[in-house]
């Protein structure tokens, strides 16, 4: 017999990673449509999206994805389950292994069997990359999997929108640099808008995509490393050499640069370290499998249009230009990015 319909009010929705950039997003469409929200992450205090909902409908727990007591707690009692946990770089006690491959593993396992499930990894992931980010990704969804057969897994792409790490970065870097040396000048990319990713995972927690599959979620545009780069530029309006580096250069400075990160212990600035592994993800285009395609297992197969990144991009990086974003003397829109 089924149950009374419950609304979203009388749901409970655990979001691990809700501090994120993309659990920004998450979290903010989930209490649009009502749900109730647990934000499991390592700093509850840092959780500035509790004042996003109404009073009581969005609450902070501590969650350690190498502790199986406190990742029990944050699932206890839940009707949805979302990881949205992801690492680009070793670093301390955050490892690979720890937190997207047996994380997701132990969040598999102890979420409610009557839970949704759903777990963000990447598209890229693949048990037999030379890359530890890839390998571990590839691993975190066989243990979902294994674990919860019935799961949905998404596998975006560059995600982009405000706050992004990818164009702000390279903004930031064109107006100090002269000079941009690029690990992967020519490797392929489909930046997809977050808040599409957010809604696809939303959509999943409300039922209207069918578990036991990966989604891969790119935008409806397919550019080389370089065109993007070259885009910030054109944007911003700035000059500055893009300089490709042959991937055994870029190998080796990324060993360099990942050592120097380790031993100033993280204080180098973000923006500027590029570690050997991340130097071998960008050796492989970023984008929609063939066949995911055939079998609509993408953002349109499931009903979302994606944002183009031209369309979003200016909003929010228009501030590294010389004159400023609030130049009146600029009233045209920025030309499309390169083909």
Avoid: W
């Avoid at 580096?245 to 080796?252: F, G, I, K, T």
């Avoid at 249009?305 to 009146?328: H, N």
């Amino acid at each position: 017999m089924i149950g009374p319909i419950r609304t979203p009010a009388q749901q409970l929705v655990t979001v691990f990673g809700g501090s994120g950039f993309l659990g920004r997003y998450v979290v903010s469409a989930l209490a649009k449509r009502g749900y109730r929200i647990r934000i499991a992450t390592r700093q509850p205090n840092r959780a500035t999206l509790l004042a996003q909902g109404s009073v009581g409908q969005i609450q902070g727990v501590q969650a350690n994805l190498r502790d199986r007591d406190s990742v029990a707690r944050a699932v206890a009692g839940a009707d949805h389950v979302i990881n949205l946990v992801g690492i680009l770089k070793e670093g301390g006690r955050q490892r690979f292994d720890s937190i997207q491959a047996n994380g997701p593993r132990l969040i598999a396992e102890l979420a409610p069997a009557h839970a949704t499930l759903v777990h963000i990894s990447a598209l890229g992931a693949d048990p037999r990359s030379e890359s530890s980010y890839a390998r571990s990704k590839a691993a975190g969804e066989a243990a979902v999997f294994q674990a919860r057969p019935d799961a949905v897994i998404f596998r975006p792409s560059l995600m982009f929108g405000q706050g992004d790490s990818f164009f702000n970065r390279f903004a930031g870097l064109a107006r100090m640099l002269p000079v941009l040396p690029l690990a992967g000048a020519d490797t392929r990319m489909q930046p997809v808008y977050v808040a599409d990713v957010a809604e696809a995972i939303v959509q999943a927690v409300e039922g209207k995509v069918p578990g036991g599959k990966i989604y891969e979620c790119g935008g409806p545009e397919t550019r080389t490393f370089r065109d993007l780069v070259q885009y910030v530029l054109d944007v911003t309006e700035r000059s500055r050499l893009i300089l490709s580096l042959p991937s055994p250069v870029a190998r080796a400075q990324g060993t360099v640069l990942g050592f120097l990160d380790r031993i100033s212990l993280g204080l180098l600035p973000e923006s500027v370290v590029m570690t050997r592994d991340q130097a071998i993800l960008l050796e492989a285009d970023n984008v929609v499998s063939e066949e995911a395609r055939r079998d609509g297992r993408t953002l349109e197969g499931i009903g979302i249009i994606p944002d183009s990144f031209e369309a979003i991009v200016p909003s929010y990086i228009l501030r590294f230009r010389k004159t400023g974003q609030f130049d009146l003397r600029r009233n045209a829109a920025p030309g499309p990015a390169p083909k």
